[in-house]
């Protein structure tokens, strides 16, 4: 979803049949990817992980209209989540007890519409600065929700939270949302629905003058707009979207409780964000999805998933800063000059040192943990079928120095093989007019 | 009533001094480098860990001086090969390495340590009641804990106003280039301030260690209120951080000794809210409970009404 996708107005109005459908091409290609992927994966983790993976996309996607669009740093970002969550449980509870006609499809409204106010609320006060002051000021601003929802307890029901029971309210085509399959396509419409309008704003004057006061306020100021102001209205509808996934979480879950709203909740989502790229509209949703499947699969290989996250997160902030998208983006101009496979080669020379980099990394990590957390469990530990002692001279030589000569082959690569490929990939796209 | 004041004026100021020990490095950082140090209160957590286990091998004291400087050590390392190297990508990426480098940090203490409490105590030489008021025995290491804030504030002062070096820091503070062409090593003068607010840093972990709990939550539980003080005595203040710190200090042990709640205050009015409401829960919550949170209600209100914090007046 970049620039390539023309708008309706641009085209011929003599099209006709299919041809008419074209530039819709990348939402009607979505909408069938997200309907058929059930059919793809079958069974219960892989539905409830692509339920997770939906609604991490719109958290991930509004997070960005704050991170990358408007270029504000939050780290509060899960308090609208959180307040979407319960209003939305909240909601569902009051129309079952009094019985009214509301279907659970248009619930999560009621979570967009509390992040909605709530930003409109808080964002009063911390928009008022920017930069690190801002990320500070949204920092304190969870911990005062989060605090109070501790005190607050008739709302927030404490420690246990609030439970709901999606299946109790009016029903539609005979679908009461009891079995996942159902839920995932609930989430997977607001998703597309999401996706769709948080696209549509980054296309209009608004949109770009948030990216204009990311990139210079004062020159911003000086067209006429006041920052602040665009800031402000960033700000609301972020918390908009990220109460209507906030509303989705609870639908899913069933529950909303304080552990919403935590720094983790907020941390995750920037991480899943800038892993995937802040610069590219599509980079959250790559994000939301990498790092979904990554806490669902390595909590389950390893206890100390979070460290790999760290580290990732540390990798891509020192060398990728452009994050996913942003490395696949920088091959547009030389995929376009043909000159694509020259570099895979060179590539292809990095994969071992790579390779052997992780394996050093995560065998230094695992046998610390293992001395470490797991001390009662003896020294022995096993890991892909081989038992070996985490205490022994020759693992840790072993562990080590891989990650050594991984490290020297991987820099030498990069010096004799990549640096040069990606300077002759580049010359030639230049050579075509394409600039890079 | 007059125990109450006393004591907890005493701990206020303690823990005053003891978030300013912090406030103080972290403020120098920002000042010098416009980095806000998220990875802050994870050196003062490190401080204390490593408190823990050198007082283990070698005893308290030999703690006291070798974990502020590992701690510090381990600082320069990290502004000398990753900071510096971030520097380029702004001040957001900046921020978002600190981010990344508090949870991996700790993660690993985690790793290391373990999620419990360890059991760091008190030195024997300090396990000793200092003096009784009221029947409350005040114990001897919270005095030596604000002898020893009290010593590195004025030393800190002393130095930033009288030497050499804190001339150069305060130079460079305000004009870096100037500095470097005057042949001073500007890039070398950013890691050391570094390293020396990490160690200060490090050495209020080793030393609230013992006092407080020495656990691997520790930074996530003092960060927060770390960059309520740096906000709310305005960025970049080294007077305003010392005034917000005391201010919190006091404001929350205060807080935590009154156990009044609305209910109380109004007791004779006989009016009573339904249990279960919003009004209720405001009505029966005491000041000690809400005392988590006060901070954070004086940086909104701050924010509100002195939008560049109290001693702040630069905008970032």
Redesign the interface.
Known sequence: MSDAIATPAATTPAQTGIARLAPWGVWIVLAVVLAALPLLFRSGTALTMLSLMGIAIIFALSYNMLLGQTGMLSFGHAVYYGLGAYFTVHAINWAIAAKLPIPLLVMPLVGGFAGLVFAILFGWVSTKRSGTAFAMISLGLAELVGSSSLILRSFFGGEEGVTTNRTKLLRLFDWNFGPQIQVYYLIAAWCLLSIALMYALTRTPWGRMCNAVRDNSERAQFVGYNPQVVRYLAFCLSGLFAGVAGGLASINFELANSALFSAVQSGNVLLATFIGGAGHFVGPILGAVLVTYLQNMLSDVTEVWQLYFGLMFIATVMYAPGGLAGLIMMHGPIWRAGALSGLFGAYALLLAPIALVTVGAVLVIEMMTHLGVKAAEGTVMKMAGISFDAKSGLAWVLALGSLLAGGGLALLAWRRGVAPAWDRAQGKAREKGLTV | MAELVLISTLNGVLYGLLLFLMASGLTLI?SMM?V?NFAHASFYMLGAFLGFQISRWAGFWWALIWAPVLVGLAGALVERF?LR??HR?G???E???T???A??IE??V??????SPVDFRTPALLDFPAFTVFATNYPAYKLFMLVISIAIFVGLFVMLTKTRIGLIVQAALTHPHMVAHLGHNVPFVFMAVFGVGAALAGIAGVIAGPALVTQASMA?LLG?IL??V??VGG?GSLQGALFASLLIGLLQTFAISINLSLSDIFAGSGFTPAP???L???WR?SVA??A??L???L??LV??FR?TGLFGNR??
């Open positions: 920002f416009g806000l990753g190297n971030v990508h001040h957001v990426a921020l978002l390495f981010f990344g480098l949870f991996v993660e690993l985690q790793i290391v340590w373990g999620k996530a927060p960059f309520v740096v906000v960025l279960n409401t919003l209720g829960d405001l919550v409970q809400i988590p949170i901070p954070y209600v940086l909104v924010l509100i939008p905008e970032t």
